[in-house]
């Protein structure tokens, strides 16, 4: 069975640009999880997308979103990148019923020069 | 607010040897679940152990063990017979029951495991 798949693997912007970052759930499941982790530090939870539709959202400015498309896979977008954007940024994902474990992939590392 | 806290940035520990790695918690939630991710340098959290806050009893998973005191809002995770596999970072992260499926991270404890 497919883990969670992110894409792309390393993405390069620049200052001002818009990034776009893809997740592939686990078949099944249908909550989405996107977490930022900047160097040195720990998990910040970004948002929760939950049957298409956002559920929570971590402190974070509007630059930050997304959304979930119908087969439950996931974008985020950042518009405005800024400097301190560069990051990991982790999608998860976990079944609804069973949200308490989530399952996470391997992560786009955004570089934002 | 729950914050997680890792007051151990990095630890080493001798192959076939146990460490402890420790993680305390601030929340005045009673209901919750604790867990600890392993994320190796392929980047992959993976799940390690999980505690749930209404059971007394540690939870076990092979060589991997906690140290659950509720009271003390503290959260250790204990490593018996350490692999060189076991080398990664650790996160502990919380879950509150009330704000539904949102995970709290610590900042995490860098493992060297040494031949």
């Known amino acids: 069975e497919a883990g969670v798949t992110q894409s792309p693997t390393h993405l390069i912007k620049t200052r001002g640009q818009q990034a776009t970052l893809r997740c592939s759930p686990i078949?099944?499941?249908?909550?989405v999880y996107w977490y930022q982790q900047a160097l040195g530090l720990g998990l910040q939870f970004l948002l929760w997308?939950?049957?298409?539709?956002?559920?929570n959202r971590g402190n974070f400015p509007p630059r930050f979103s997304g959304r979930q498309f119908p087969n439950y896979s996931s974008e985020l977008n950042v518009n405005a990148l800024e400097l301190e954007d560069s990051a990991l940024y982790l999608c998860?994902?976990?079944?609804?019923?069973?949200?308490?474990?989530?399952?996470f992939g391997a992560g786009t590392r955004l570089s934002v020069l | 607010a729950q914050t997680v806290t890792q007051s151990q940035p990095e630890m080493s520990v001798q192959e076939a040897e146990t460490v402890t790695l420790s993680c305390t918690y601030d929340?005045?939630?009673?209901?919750?679940?604790l867990f600890w991710y392993k994320q190796p340098p392929s980047r992959q959290m993976i799940l390690v152990i999980r505690?749930?806050?209404?059971?007394?009893q540690n939870a076990t998973e092979n060589r991997f063990s906690v140290n659950f005191q509720k009271a003390a809002k503290s959260f250790s995770l204990k490593i018996s017979d350490s692999q060189l596999g076991d080398a990664a970072m650790y996160f502990c992260a919380y879950r509150s029951l009330y704000n539904f499926n949102k995970f709290y991270f610590g900042s995490g404890t860098k493992l060297n495991v040494k031949p």
């Open positions: 997308y939950d049957e298409g539709e956002e559920r």
């Open positions: 998860a994902s976990s079944l609804e019923s069973d949200g308490d474990i989530q399952y």
């Open positions: 505690q749930e806050a209404y059971k007394q």
């Open positions: 929340t005045s939630e009673s209901d919750y679940y």
């Open positions: 078949s099944g499941h249908t909550s």
